[in-house]
Antibody, heavy 121, light 107 residues
Framework: QVQLVQSGAEVKEPGASVKVSCKTS????????IHWVRQAPGQGLEWMGI????????SYAQKFQDRVTMARDTSTRTVYMSLSSLRSEDTAVYYC??????????????WGQGTKVIVSS | EIVLTQSPATLSLSPGERATLSCRAS??????LAWYQQKPGQAPRLLIY???NRATGIPARFSGSGSGTDFTLTISSLEPEDFAVYYC??????????FGGGTKVEI
C-alpha cells in the first residue's frame, strides 16, 4: 500500500539545523509531488513547501524561503526537508504529504506519521 | 495569500446529530477546496477534495458543498469516531497553499 514513513523525533538547540526524511513506497515515485506541512503544539496546519520528485524543483512558502531546503533521492524514493537557524517557534510536528494529483496546486491524499522536532536549550 | 476562516471554532454535538462546518475564503477559489479530519496524535486525513468529491474510503455521511468563497462540510449523522478537528485547505492560488484554523467537533 502507499506509505510515507518519516524519520524519528529530534531535539535541537536554537541556531542548529534539522533534517527530516520521508521514505515513500507503494506508488510511482515521480508521479506525485511531495509537500511539507508543520503543526506547532495546539495549533493549526502550516504549508512549508513542495518538491517535484522528477526533477527536484522546489517551491517554498515565503516565510521559510531563507531557511528551508527540500531535496530528493530517487534511488531510495526518499524526500528530505532541512530547516536551519532553528528557534523555539520551530518546535512542531513536521509532516510530509503526497499531492493527490500532479502539480503544485493540490490537496494531500497520503500523509507521513509526522516527526516531532523540539527546539530547546 | 488566501485566508480561510473556519466557523465555528468548536461545535458541541451528540452522536447521531448532524454537523455543519463552514469555511470562508478571502477571495474566490472556485471549487479548489479540500477538507481534512485530524484526531489527537494522528496525521490529517483527506475527506473531501475539490469541494464535493469524497476521497477514497470516506463514508457517505461526509459531504462537501460550495464554490467561490463559501464552503460547507456536512456530517449527516455523527459517529463516535467523527469527534475530531476538521481543517479546510485551498489549492486555487499558491504559493502558499493555505489552511483554515480548524473546527473542533466535540461531544
Amino acid at each position: 500500500q502507499v506509505q510515507l514513513v518519516q524519520s524519528g523525533a529530534e531535539v535541537k538547540e536554537p541556531g542548529a539545523s534539522v533534517k527530516v526524511s520521508c521514505k515513500t513506497s507503494g506508488y510511482t515515485f515521480t508521479s506525485h509531488y511531495i509537500h511539507w506541512v508543520r503543526q506547532a503544539p495546539g495549533q493549526g496546519l502550516e504549508w512549508m513547501g513542495i518538491i517535484n520528485p522528477t526533477g527536484g524543483s522546489t517551491s517554498y512558502a515565503q516565510k521559510f524561503q531563507d531557511r528551508v531546503t527540500m531535496a530528493r533521492d530517487t534511488s531510495t524514493r526518499t524526500v528530505y526537508m532541512s530547516l536551519s537557524s532553528l528557534r523555539s517557534e520551530d518546535t512542531a510536528v513536521y509532516y510530509c504529504a503526497r499531492g493527490k494529483g500532479y502539480g503544485g496546486d493540490d490537496s494531500f491524499d497520503i500523509w507521513g506519521q509526522g516527526t516531532k522536532v523540539i527546539v530547546s536549550s | 495569500e488566501i485566508v480561510l476562516t473556519q466557523s465555528p471554532a468548536t461545535l458541541s454535538l451528540s452522536p447521531g446529530e448532524r454537523a455543519t462546518l463552514s469555511c470562508r475564503a478571502s477571495q474566490s477559489i472556485s471549487s479548489y477546496l479540500a477538507w481534512y479530519q485530524q484526531k489527537p496524535g494522528q496525521a490529517p486525513r483527506l475527506l473531501i477534495y475539490d469541494a464535493s468529491n469524497r476521497a477514497t474510503g470516506i463514508p457517505a455521511r461526509f459531504s462537501g458543498s460550495g464554490s467561490g468563497t463559501d464552503f460547507t462540510l456536512t456530517i449527516s449523522s455523527l459517529e463516535p469516531e467523527d469527534f475530531a478537528v476538521y481543517y479546510c485547505q485551498q489549492r486555487y492560488n499558491w504559493p502558499p497553499l493555505t489552511f483554515g484554523g480548524g473546527t473542533k467537533v466535540e461531544i
